[in-house]
């Protein structure tokens, strides 16, 4: 049950994530498609900051997991948020 409990946090994790990449490439994209601001962002190098801008997402999920008292969901949003800090750091740094 547990085990669980964390994969759902784990992944509305990852899926606020992506949405609020997708939501922040809008905003910033100045109109460009989203792979064309993806490519953009890692060759002028603030494709960290586009990921860190979705990851605001994960906050909501958060915290409306420990309103919920659902503590082992929250724990997977956090976990979620940890792996893709893991992955851009690598992404952008390798």
């Keep these: 049950m547990i085990k669980k409990e964390l994969f759902i946090g784990f992944l509305v994790g990852l899926i606020a994530n992506s949405i609020g990449f997708i939501?922040?490439?809008?905003?910033?994209g100045n109109g460009e498609s989203i792979p064309?601001?993806?490519?953009?962002?890692l060759a002028q190098g603030?494709?960290?900051k586009l990921v860190s801008i979705g990851a605001l997402l994960n906050l909501v999920a958060?915290?409306?997991f420990i309103k919920q008292k659902r503590?082992?969901?929250a724990r997977g949003v956090i976990f979620a948020t940890?792996?893709?800090t893991?992955?851009?750091y690598?992404?952008?740094?390798?």
């Design 82 to 84: 940890i792996v893709v």
């Design 46 to 48: 603030f494709f960290n």
């Design 23 to 28: 939501m922040a490439t809008f905003i910033f």
């Design 90 to 94: 690598i992404f952008t740094y390798r």
């Design 36 to 41: 064309v601001v993806f490519r953009q962002s």
């Design 71 to 73: 503590d082992y969901r």
């Design 62 to 64: 958060f915290f409306l």
């Design 86 to 88: 893991i992955a851009t």
